[in-house]
Protein backbone atom coordinates (compact mmCIF):
# COMPACT_ATOMS: atom_id res chain seq x y z
CA UNK A 1 0.00 0.00 0.00
CA UNK A 2 1.24 3.29 -0.61
CA UNK A 3 1.79 5.57 2.50
CA UNK A 4 3.72 8.53 4.07
CA UNK A 5 4.77 8.83 7.97
CA UNK A 6 5.30 12.06 9.61
CA UNK A 7 7.40 11.66 12.44
CA UNK A 8 6.51 14.98 13.79
CA UNK A 9 3.67 16.41 15.55
CA UNK A 10 4.58 19.85 15.87
CA UNK A 11 7.41 21.72 14.62
CA UNK A 12 8.23 25.23 16.70
CA UNK A 13 10.24 27.64 14.68
CA UNK A 14 10.99 31.56 15.12
CA UNK A 15 9.63 33.87 12.64
CA UNK A 16 12.75 34.32 10.55
CA UNK A 17 14.61 31.18 10.70
CA UNK A 18 14.06 28.22 8.50
CA UNK A 19 11.62 25.74 9.09
CA UNK A 20 11.99 21.81 7.66
CA UNK A 21 8.40 19.45 8.31
CA UNK A 22 9.53 15.84 7.47
CA UNK A 23 7.53 13.27 5.44
CA UNK A 24 9.03 9.78 4.60
CA UNK A 25 7.38 7.45 2.22
CA UNK A 26 6.96 3.90 1.52
CA UNK A 27 5.36 2.90 -2.12
CA UNK A 28 5.35 0.35 -4.57
CA UNK A 29 6.80 1.98 -7.98
CA UNK A 30 7.32 5.81 -8.46
CA UNK A 31 6.56 7.92 -5.74
CA UNK A 32 4.02 10.85 -6.82
CA UNK A 33 4.08 13.12 -3.38
CA UNK A 34 2.08 16.24 -2.43
CA UNK A 35 2.42 18.80 -0.09
CA UNK A 36 -0.92 20.09 1.61
CA UNK A 37 -1.87 23.33 4.40
CA UNK A 38 -4.83 23.59 6.44
CA UNK A 39 -5.81 26.76 8.02
CA UNK A 40 -7.94 26.67 11.10
CA UNK A 41 -11.95 25.38 10.44
CA UNK A 42 -10.93 25.52 6.59
CA UNK A 43 -10.06 22.75 3.62
CA UNK A 44 -6.90 21.62 2.75
CA UNK A 45 -4.87 23.84 -0.23
CA UNK A 46 -2.34 22.60 -2.10
CA UNK A 47 1.26 24.02 -2.26
CA UNK A 48 3.18 21.67 -4.28
CA UNK A 49 3.90 18.25 -5.87
CA UNK A 50 6.46 16.08 -6.66
CA UNK A 51 6.03 13.49 -9.92
CA UNK A 52 8.72 13.40 -11.80
CA UNK A 53 12.13 15.53 -13.09
CA UNK A 54 14.10 17.96 -10.30
CA UNK A 55 14.38 16.71 -6.37
CA UNK A 56 13.70 19.93 -5.97
CA UNK A 57 10.28 21.28 -6.06
CA UNK A 58 8.86 24.92 -5.62
CA UNK A 59 5.74 25.58 -4.52
CA UNK A 60 3.54 27.97 -3.09
CA UNK A 61 4.39 30.82 -0.28
CA UNK A 62 7.77 30.45 -0.63
CA UNK A 63 7.59 26.68 0.14
CA UNK A 64 9.89 23.65 -1.68
CA UNK A 65 10.45 20.53 -0.74
CA UNK A 66 13.19 18.13 -1.17
CA UNK A 67 12.69 14.73 -2.73
CA UNK A 68 15.00 11.85 -1.71
CA UNK A 69 15.06 8.43 -3.31
CA UNK A 70 18.03 7.30 -1.36
CA UNK A 71 16.24 8.22 2.08
CA UNK A 72 12.92 7.81 1.13
CA UNK A 73 11.95 11.24 2.01
CA UNK A 74 10.14 14.44 0.73
CA UNK A 75 10.53 17.31 3.50
CA UNK A 76 9.06 20.67 3.01
CA UNK A 77 11.05 23.38 3.59
CA UNK A 78 11.17 27.16 3.84
CA UNK A 79 14.48 29.83 4.06
CA UNK A 80 12.65 31.94 6.04
CA UNK A 81 9.41 31.49 8.33
CA UNK A 82 6.25 33.83 9.08
CA UNK A 83 4.07 33.85 11.70
CA UNK A 84 1.06 33.50 9.00
CA UNK A 85 2.67 30.17 8.03
CA UNK A 86 1.68 28.59 11.25
CA UNK A 87 -0.64 25.95 10.46
CA UNK A 88 -1.36 22.10 9.91
CA UNK A 89 0.52 20.45 7.15
CA UNK A 90 0.27 17.37 5.56
CA UNK A 91 2.32 14.96 3.26
CA UNK A 92 0.44 12.72 1.22
CA UNK A 93 0.90 10.08 -1.57
CA UNK A 94 -1.01 9.14 -4.39
CA UNK A 95 -3.36 6.47 -4.57
CA UNK A 96 -4.21 5.19 -8.23
CA UNK A 97 -6.75 2.39 -9.62
CA UNK A 98 -8.78 2.38 -12.60
CA UNK A 99 -11.15 3.58 -10.56
CA UNK A 100 -9.62 6.94 -10.11
CA UNK A 101 -7.15 9.55 -8.23
CA UNK A 102 -6.68 10.03 -4.48
CA UNK A 103 -4.36 10.51 -1.81
CA UNK A 104 -3.20 8.66 1.31
CA UNK A 105 -2.46 11.71 3.84
CA UNK A 106 0.26 11.64 6.85
CA UNK A 107 -1.41 12.60 10.10
CA UNK A 108 0.14 15.99 9.58
CA UNK A 109 2.39 17.93 11.82
CA UNK A 110 1.50 21.37 13.51
CA UNK A 111 4.10 24.17 12.70
CA UNK A 112 3.85 27.17 14.88
CA UNK A 113 5.97 30.12 14.27
CA UNK A 114 6.81 32.90 16.91
CA UNK A 115 7.36 36.20 17.07
CA UNK B 1 -17.16 30.14 -9.32
CA UNK B 2 -18.01 27.80 -6.57
CA UNK B 3 -15.12 25.07 -6.50
CA UNK B 4 -15.70 22.53 -4.14
CA UNK B 5 -19.48 22.71 -2.26
CA UNK B 6 -20.43 20.94 0.55
CA UNK B 7 -23.54 20.48 2.69
CA UNK B 8 -24.89 20.71 5.13
CA UNK B 9 -21.76 22.01 7.08
CA UNK B 10 -22.91 20.98 10.67
CA UNK B 11 -24.97 17.53 11.26
CA UNK B 12 -25.92 16.42 14.55
CA UNK B 13 -27.59 12.83 14.03
CA UNK B 14 -28.23 10.35 16.29
CA UNK B 15 -26.98 6.34 16.46
CA UNK B 16 -28.65 4.07 14.01
CA UNK B 17 -30.05 7.25 11.85
CA UNK B 18 -29.01 7.69 8.16
CA UNK B 19 -28.23 10.26 6.43
CA UNK B 20 -26.43 12.22 3.15
CA UNK B 21 -23.59 14.30 3.03
CA UNK B 22 -23.77 16.25 -0.39
CA UNK B 23 -20.75 17.27 -2.54
CA UNK B 24 -20.59 19.45 -5.59
CA UNK B 25 -18.24 20.57 -8.40
CA UNK B 26 -18.94 23.22 -11.10
CA UNK B 27 -15.10 22.47 -12.47
CA UNK B 28 -16.00 19.74 -15.19
CA UNK B 29 -13.34 17.24 -12.92
CA UNK B 30 -13.43 13.12 -13.59
CA UNK B 31 -11.84 12.47 -10.16
CA UNK B 32 -13.67 13.21 -6.99
CA UNK B 33 -12.98 11.74 -3.37
CA UNK B 34 -14.25 11.54 0.12
CA UNK B 35 -11.97 11.83 3.24
CA UNK B 36 -12.73 12.03 6.89
CA UNK B 37 -10.53 13.85 9.59
CA UNK B 38 -9.87 12.77 12.79
CA UNK B 39 -7.50 14.10 15.81
CA UNK B 40 -4.26 12.78 15.40
CA UNK B 41 -5.20 11.08 12.72
CA UNK B 42 -4.57 12.63 9.67
CA UNK B 43 -6.99 12.47 6.39
CA UNK B 44 -8.47 9.21 5.84
CA UNK B 45 -9.73 8.02 2.72
CA UNK B 46 -13.25 6.91 2.11
CA UNK B 47 -13.90 6.38 -1.64
CA UNK B 48 -12.88 7.92 -5.00
CA UNK B 49 -14.40 7.61 -8.46
CA UNK B 50 -13.17 8.69 -12.01
CA UNK B 51 -16.59 9.55 -13.55
CA UNK B 52 -20.32 8.19 -13.69
CA UNK B 53 -20.72 5.01 -12.32
CA UNK B 54 -16.98 3.85 -11.49
CA UNK B 55 -16.29 4.25 -7.76
CA UNK B 56 -14.05 2.38 -5.54
CA UNK B 57 -12.96 1.90 -1.95
CA UNK B 58 -10.04 3.29 -0.26
CA UNK B 59 -8.48 3.01 3.62
CA UNK B 60 -11.81 2.91 5.30
CA UNK B 61 -15.04 2.38 3.35
CA UNK B 62 -17.04 0.97 6.01
CA UNK B 63 -20.23 2.26 7.17
CA UNK B 64 -20.54 4.53 3.69
CA UNK B 65 -21.85 3.97 0.66
CA UNK B 66 -21.21 6.47 -2.68
CA UNK B 67 -21.92 6.75 -5.90
CA UNK B 68 -21.61 8.55 -9.45
CA UNK B 69 -24.44 9.27 -11.63
CA UNK B 70 -23.42 12.85 -12.52
CA UNK B 71 -20.11 14.63 -13.25
CA UNK B 72 -20.72 16.85 -10.79
CA UNK B 73 -22.05 15.15 -7.24
CA UNK B 74 -20.52 12.82 -5.70
CA UNK B 75 -22.79 12.14 -2.16
CA UNK B 76 -21.62 10.04 0.64
CA UNK B 77 -24.55 7.70 2.58
CA UNK B 78 -24.18 6.45 5.94
CA UNK B 79 -27.31 4.55 5.99
CA UNK B 80 -26.98 3.49 10.38
CA UNK B 81 -25.13 6.01 11.81
CA UNK B 82 -22.16 5.20 14.55
CA UNK B 83 -20.97 6.94 17.39
CA UNK B 84 -17.58 6.07 15.50
CA UNK B 85 -18.59 7.86 12.52
CA UNK B 86 -18.42 11.13 13.96
CA UNK B 87 -15.46 13.40 12.60
CA UNK B 88 -15.12 16.11 9.74
CA UNK B 89 -15.94 15.04 6.35
CA UNK B 90 -14.07 16.62 3.10
CA UNK B 91 -15.04 15.94 -0.11
CA UNK B 92 -12.29 17.05 -2.91
CA UNK B 93 -12.08 16.89 -6.91
CA UNK B 94 -9.13 17.21 -9.41
CA UNK B 95 -9.64 17.89 -13.26
CA UNK B 96 -6.61 15.64 -14.44
CA UNK B 97 -4.29 12.59 -13.13
CA UNK B 98 -1.57 14.66 -10.45
CA UNK B 99 -3.11 17.54 -10.96
CA UNK B 100 -3.57 19.13 -7.25
CA UNK B 101 -6.91 18.09 -5.78
CA UNK B 102 -9.20 21.04 -4.71
CA UNK B 103 -11.00 20.54 -1.19
CA UNK B 104 -14.60 21.98 -0.17
CA UNK B 105 -14.77 23.47 3.20
CA UNK B 106 -16.04 19.93 5.22
CA UNK B 107 -18.81 19.02 6.92
CA UNK B 108 -18.63 18.52 10.56
CA UNK B 109 -20.84 15.41 11.78
CA UNK B 110 -21.59 14.49 15.13
CA UNK B 111 -23.32 11.49 16.15
CA UNK B 112 -24.82 10.85 19.18
Known amino acids: AQSVAQPEDQVNVAEGNPLTVKCTYS??????LFWYVQYPNRGLQFLLK??????LVKGSYGFEAEFNKSQTSFHLKKPSALVSDSALYFCAVRVYSNSGYALNFGKGTSLLVTP | NAGVTQTPKFQVLKTGQSMTLQCAQD?????MSWYRQDPGMGLRLIHYSVGAGITDQGEVPNGYNVSRSTTEDFPLRLLSAAPSQTSVYFCASSGRLNQPQHFGDGTRLSIL
Open chain 2, 27 to 31: MNHEY
Open chain 1, 27 to 32: VSGNPY
Open chain 1, 50 to 55: YITGDN
